[in-house]
């Protein structure tokens, strides 16, 4: 098992109703144990298209016994059954998950960068962060 950390966001739809289906959708996942749960914030969007509406958004605690590819690929499944649909980078979504952290890797590839690579420029994500970190 390994100590990861996920962020989660949604301006799309009952934004509310997707992060509290994308919480249960991880909890259901066998070898995966959420061990703690940030509050939620609304933000701005940042970046993609003008005029998206205000982006709720959490961080999630979990223990995965999922490899990292693994964990990114349960997560796309997640992603795509609540209905998100990649259309425009960085643009208004149902459901956006994110691995921040996996354990204490390193991972500099093509579609999976562990840390996430903008992690540090977004206060939406650090905020929530900082809350469930220790």
């Not at 966001?9 to 259901?28: C, E, T, V």
Request: glycine share 6%; aromatic share 6%; net charge positive.
């Amino acid at each position: 098992m390994t100590v990861s950390y996920l962020s989660i966001g949604s301006n799309l739809g009952d934004r509310h109703q997707n992060i509290k289906s994308a919480i249960k959708k991880i909890k259901s996942l066998k070898g995966t144990h959420i061990l703690k749960i940030s509050r939620i914030i609304e933000t701005e969007p940042v970046g993609g298209p003008a005029g998206q509406k205000r982006f709720l958004n959490a961080c999630l605690k979990i223990d995965t016994k999922f490899s990292p590819r693994s964990l990114l690929h349960k997560l796309e499944i997640i992603e795509r059954q609540l209905g998100r649909k990649n259309t425009v980078r960085w643009g208004a979504r149902t459901m956006d998950l994110d691995i921040l952290f996996y354990g204490n890797k390193v991972i500099r590839q093509k579609d999976l960068t562990i840390p996430h690579k903008r992690l540090f420029k977004r206060d939406f994500v650090l905020e929530p962060l900082s809350e469930i970190i220790w």
